[in-house]
């Protein structure tokens, strides 16, 4: 379908289906594997401009939208979701600064990151991830200074990353409203990593814990105000789930072409298995939800772009609708593939393994549903 795409959208998702083929193709199985952090790809990534395409121009990005940003990971994703990762959970680290970082403090990282500078977002906590609110670092303040204690769980990027956006309560009495957003860098005395983390899917991608003990950070690093790390989380999880929702577009695409590709050339009863209508109707089901999935999370992103603040139920249904259709499509091929497809030497094996998480990270499909339902409540409301 054409979604009437610019130029350079159109050059963005020829040059990453170009890297997608030539540069991640050939490898993915290695990192799906070894679970190995792919610094080879992040110079490819870095190289070809990607880290900064929404990222404005006087800071050395392409200052392009969202949905330039969506279509890059949705291509990407189709090939691998887990090094693709390494990029888009940069693109969730460095939103905090982008969209609540002073002046100052954008002329500081987002320069780096646009010439690769690995990012990540530090929010979910042991006892705190669909209940974001209750996190329990602390950021004390202490002169000119935070003093940071915690431990950050399951975080995208974490160890490899130069630069985190990290919640922490600066006011613990206040709990979430005495929450703030603090820029912390990897080599700050008292933050260290914990274990690796050893996951089902997106294996291409890290996933680590962020220790801080006594961990001094100077107060310029603070992100908006004291208080508002709470609504910087919120905001920030705004912005990027159309980002899942495009990972999870990718997934869905990469494991139909797959079937596809598959049912044309297997043979069975002496015909192409694409011939049995009951492979041709378990195709159209799937092609029909990644068309309604790439319209909603390409109508997400350009809404995003228009300027309008009131995105969280429709990024929330984004992400929602996208990341099932993710699970079911590759599933799906899976079935297509019969005892091919549960075999390791074909992609899509891999690629359903990638689609769980989808539905779990950025907030669980549970939470998106809860998002979108208190928005539409409070829209009746109105009247
Ligand atoms: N934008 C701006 N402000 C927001 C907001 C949003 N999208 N969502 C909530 N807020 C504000 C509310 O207006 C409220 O402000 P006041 O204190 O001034 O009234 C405050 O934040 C608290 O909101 P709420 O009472 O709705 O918070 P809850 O604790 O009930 O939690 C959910 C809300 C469940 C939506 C939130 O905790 C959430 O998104 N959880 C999932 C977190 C997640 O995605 N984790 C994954 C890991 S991060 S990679």
Redesign the pocket.
């Known amino acids: 379908m054409d979604f009437g795409l610019t130029e350079e959208q159109i050059m963005i998702r020829d040059l990453c289906r170009q890297i997608g083929e030539e540069k991640i193709k050939p490898v993915r199985e290695h990192y799906d594997e070894t679970g190995e952090f792919p610094w080879d790809l992040v110079k490819v990534f870095a190289d070809a401009g990607l880290f900064g395409i929404n990222i404005e121009e006087e800071y050395e990005g392409m200052g392009l939208g969202i949905m330039d940003q969506i279509i890059a990971i949705e291509e990407l994703s189709k090939y691998c979701a887990g090094i693709a990762l390494a990029l888009f959970g940069t693109g969730?680290g460095v939103t905090p600064i982008m969209l609540f970082g002073s002046p100052e403090q954008k002329a500081k990282y987002l320069p780096r990151v646009c010439g690769g500078t690995i990012c990540a977002?530090g929010?979910?906590e042991a006892n705190a991830?669909?209940?974001?609110?209750?996190i329990q670092t602390t950021a004390t303040p202490d002169g000119d200074h935070y003093v940071l204690n915690g431990t950050k769980q399951?975080i995208?990027n974490g160890g490899e990353a130069d630069i985190y956006s990290v919640i922490a309560l600066t006011d613990k009495k206040k709990g979430?409203?005495g929450a703030s957003a603090i820029i912390v860098e990897k080599d700050t005395p008292g933050f260290t990593f914990g274990k690796k983390e050893n996951k089902m899917g997106i294996r291409g991608s890290m996933t680590r814990e962020l220790v801080f003990q006594d961990c001094r950070v100077p107060k310029e690093n603070l992100l908006a105000r004291e208080g508002m790390g709470?609504?910087v989380?919120?905001?920030t999880?705004?912005s990027?789930?159309p980002g899942v929702a495009a990972q999870a577009l990718g997934i869905a695409q990469g494991a139909f072409d797959e079937a596809i590709r598959y049912s044309r050339q297997r043979r069975q009863f002496g015909k192409a298995i694409s011939s049995f209508q009951a492979i041709q109707f378990m195709m159209a089901d799937m092609a029909t939800k990644i068309e309604a999935a790439r319209a909603l999370t390409y109508t997400c992103a350009r809404y995003m772009d228009s300027g309008a603040s009131d995105v969280?139920k429709l990024s929330a249904m984004a992400k929602v609708y996208a990341s099932d259709v993710a699970m079911s499509v590759t599933t799906d091929a899976v079935q297509i593939l019969g005892g091919y497809g549960y075999m390791k030497e074909y992609p899509v094996e891999k690629m359903m393994r990638d689609a769980k998480i989808t539905q779990i990270?950025?907030?669980?499909n549970q939470?998106q549903r809860?998002?979108i339902a208190?928005k539409l409540l409070k829209e009746y409301a109105k009247g």
Not at 129 to 134: F, H, K, L, R, V
Not at 361 to 364: A, K, N
């Open positions: 969730l977002f929010l979910t991830g669909s209940d974001a609110g209750g399951w995208t979430p409203r709470f609504i989380a919120m905001k999880l705004d990027s789930r969280s990270y950025e907030g669980t939470i809860e998002v208190n």
